[in-house]
């Protein structure tokens, strides 16, 4: 591990590929013609190290280069990576299938864990020599959408603007500036609707092909392998999305005709959505420093691990978190390996938002810190549904400090976010069963995916109004979820692990200590275990299970029930 530095002072070196393949071909023979389990762990170790140098590179440059994606440099290297990474992957399976090949697998297992090895039998069939030129084309053209998307200029209110920058006027209290700000912003998706509908579609064609080539069925199949499912699958979700359908959609639909009636809008319209208070929607009471400086004073009070960690980041620049001309959209959470540090991304604009964001990308950020002594980088990080349960939860057990953050609009605060977790759902299954339309029919038209995009959409959110915003009336709005274009069936993650967190936001009413204590338990154990023992491991329910949403759904009733609108103007 590199001594740690401040972020701006972390140097960057472009990984050298033949240089990295000799290296790691010498290790992988080492490996191969190893004795014992012993023998083979040493050579683990040096791999290990090996690997940390690599993704401490690759982190730096990508991290850089969405701060700024018209810095010349960071582009070009961000380019060299869309090419040079799937080489750096296809070597890396070869190593995975000396693992599981092992003649000491079984000591290798009880040494370093079985999940290492669950994840290397998925991996090996998700590359091989064969896609590596298809893997290519597809980083470029996820690259070329994030390009896009960051380029994004908006003339309103006198200003120019990208799109996180359009985010608060979208929220105002004023209809007629709500509705302007949504035309302005869906103005530029359809200006760019022929590039949106070229990307994708050579996304899900070369997706399927890369399925097929790796003699998968589809690409559906093949997009599970890569998020690293083993424990369940696509008609596990299928079930899932039912329960949301029967649990929690009801409970949307009413919030969004009580959210209509506070508005005193004779119908609630897509524009209409972002507000939720006709008084306007809470705001942090500080600019971004005022906000950092309160996080640390929430941080340092809510444990002594927590303490640790945010001091950790704030010391060595481990955060970027303003909005500001030609940074990439969105907000992430990752570790720069080589030296074990969490950093954070993300696009403050003065919104509830850039408190969300802070609690949820640092949830992610104190599982990295806690799990960076796991002995192997493969367990710094568990598969994606179960990290979005670090940071869903850690949005939750902030709770008890939002007032520090929004004076007087606590309870509004608070409202909003528990509202907007259940409203959350039925928009995120609506992103999922329309991915697995897209692979299951990947011949579709630009025209009927977006078709099969509003019939969707109107099953699980049966309110929504779109009127007098073309694009969105046309089925685009998918188009905007990052995700869907850059990775592909993530997004369901989000709504298991919100099912997840809300289990502990019930327990944290009881049973504070313990919920904290098995929360910290989950955030240490990483990547050690797939994503259902990791649930269980934290005390909770399988959302796969009716009774994850049986649990959760008279707490949230009562508590949002038991409020009265009238207070919120």
């Avoid at 170790?45 to 401490?56: D, K, T, V, Y």
């Avoid at 996820?142 to 006027?169: Q, V």
């Avoid at 009070?301 to 950790?312: D, K, R």
Wanted: net charge negative.
């Amino acid at each position: 591990m590199q001594t740690m530095v401040p972020f701006s002072k972390m140097e960057y070196t472009r990984p050298d590929f033949e240089s990295y393949k000799t290296q790691y071909l010498e290790l992988l023979k080492d490996f191969q013609t190893a004795s014992s389990a012993d023998s083979q762990s040493e050579v683990m170790i040096q791999m290990n190290e090996l690997s940390l140098s690599l993704g401490g590179s690759q982190a730096l440059a990508t991290a850089r280069y969405q701060i700024n994606t018209k810095d010349e440099f960071y582009a070009n290297e961000q380019d060299y990576l869309d090419e040079v990474n799937p080489l750096f992957g296809e070597l890396s399976m070869h190593y995975s299938k000396a693992l599981i090949t092992s003649p000491f697998r079984a000591d290798l297992e009880r040494r370093w864990g079985k999940q290492l090895f669950t994840g290397s039998e998925l991996y090996v069939k998700v590359i091989n020599a064969d896609v590596v030129e298809d893997l290519q084309r597809e980083n470029a053209l996820c690259t070329e959408y994030s390009k896009l998307l960051a380029s994004a200029e908006i003339e309103f209110d006198g200003k120019t603007l990208n799109l996180a920058g359009m985010s608060p006027y979208m929220q105002d209290i004023d209809r007629d500036t709500r509705r302007s700000a949504s035309e302005a912003t869906f103005a530029f998706y359809s200006a760019n609707a022929e590039q949106l509908d070229r990307i994708y579609d050579q996304l899900v064609h070369l997706r399927t092909s890369i399925a097929h080539t790796l003699k998968f069925p589809s690409f559906t199949e093949l997009g599970y392998a890569r998020m690293g499912r083993s424990d369940y699958d696509a008609s596990m979700v299928a079930t899932y999305r039912s329960y949301v359908h029967k649990y929690i959609v009801p409970i949307a639909t009413r919030l969004r005709e009580r959210q209509r009636q506070r508005l005193g809008v004779d119908t609630l319209m897509s524009y209409d959505e972002g507000l939720m208070f006709k008084s306007g929607n809470p705001t942090p009471k500080g600019d971004p420093d005022w906000i950092v400086a309160r996080a640390k004073e929430m941080y340092n009070e809510m444990s002594p691990e927590t303490s640790e960690f945010f001091n950790f980041l704030c010391q060595y620049e481990l955060m970027d978190l303003v909005n500001k001309p030609n940074k990439a959209g969105g907000g992430f959470c990752m570790m720069i390996d080589s030296y074990r540090a969490p950093f954070i991304f993300s696009n403050f604009n003065g919104t509830t938002h850039d408190v969300d964001v802070l609690t949820h990308e640092a949830g992610h950020a104190f599982q990295a810190y806690m799990s960076r002594t796991q002995p192997l980088s493969n367990y710094f990080w568990a598969t994606s549904e179960a990290s979005e349960i670090h940071s869903m939860s850690m949005e939750f057990f902030a709770w008890k400090w939002m007032k520090s953050f929004f004076k007087e609009d606590e309870d509004k605060y608070q409202f909003k976010h528990l509202s907007g977790a259940l409203l959350f759902l039925p928009y995120g299954v609506t992103v999922d069963e329309f991915q697995h339309f897209v692979y299951a029919n990947p011949t579709a038209t630009p025209a009927e995916r977006k078709q099969a995009w509003l019939q969707i959409d109107k099953k699980y959110d049966p309110t929504a109004r779109y009127d007098g915003i073309p694009f969105l009336e046309g089925g685009g709005q998918w188009q905007a979820q990052k995700h869907i274009y850059e990775m592909p069936f993530y997004y369901i993650d989000y709504t298991l692990a919100q099912v997840c967190a809300l289990q502990f936001w019930v327990r944290m009413k009881t049973d504070r200590p313990g919920a904290w204590a098995d929360y910290v338990t989950l955030c240490k154990a990483g990547g050690s275990k797939p994503f259902l023992e990791l649930v269980e491991l934290a005390g909770l329910h399988s959302p796969f299970e009716e009774q994850s949403f049986v649990s959760i759904v008279d707490d949230i009733t009562a508590r949002l029930d038991g409020i009265d609108d009238a207070i919120f103007d």
